[in-house]
């Protein structure tokens, strides 16, 4: 099977899998990953294959979604890939990508994390859509699957969660700006990454800016 069939397989696999997957996680979210992995690789020296079924596989089971089970997606990826005949040493890089590429493996400071510019280039990729426009709605549309406020003044943001607190947070919408999706643009490891984070960043800023605004009832807003 050639490279451009694996993909075409993996697609409608995650395409499948994913079909009444929660707004900000369904194949729309993996398809601009996976587009954005594709751009920033251009200016890498990376392996195709890896990054185009890391950036669809990234999300095939979500833990948050799963009891907070972090294994079922790279076990779900590992028994897909092997059942297209995927090479071998594709499928374990593939799979330590999955189980690396979340955000809040980086609040665990124990972990010896896994790395590789495929790595880098679809973590990248992901947590641009986090951020922004795109990252803005995910972020409302998600708070309103969990049924959480949209704001409160008096529960302030925790700003040095560990991992364990991350997962188990019930905390408004608008704090999970200062606790994960403003801080995101300091974490981009690739040229092309960093460069396309800085207008999404300001554009939340600017939201912010506005939204207190309009909450707070100041005149021009």
Known sequence: MSDSEIIEQTILFVKKTLKNAEGGHDWFHIQRVYNNSLLIAKDEN?????????ALLHDIADAKFNNGDETIAPKLAKEFLNSINVPRKTIKHVVQIIANCSYKNSLDKTDKPFNSIELSIIKDAD???????????RAFNYGGFKNRKLYDPEIAPNLNMTKDEYKKST?????HFYEK???LKNTLETKTGKKLA???HQFMMDYLEQFYGEWNGKPGF
């Open 46 to 54: 990376a392996d195709i294959l890896v990054v185009g079924l890391g």
């Open 127 to 137: 947590r641009l859509d986090a951020i922004g426009a795109i990252g803005i709605a």
């Open 171 to 175: 905390a408004p919408t608008i704090n």
């Open 181 to 183: 999706l403003l801080l």
């Open 198 to 200: 800085e207008k999404r």
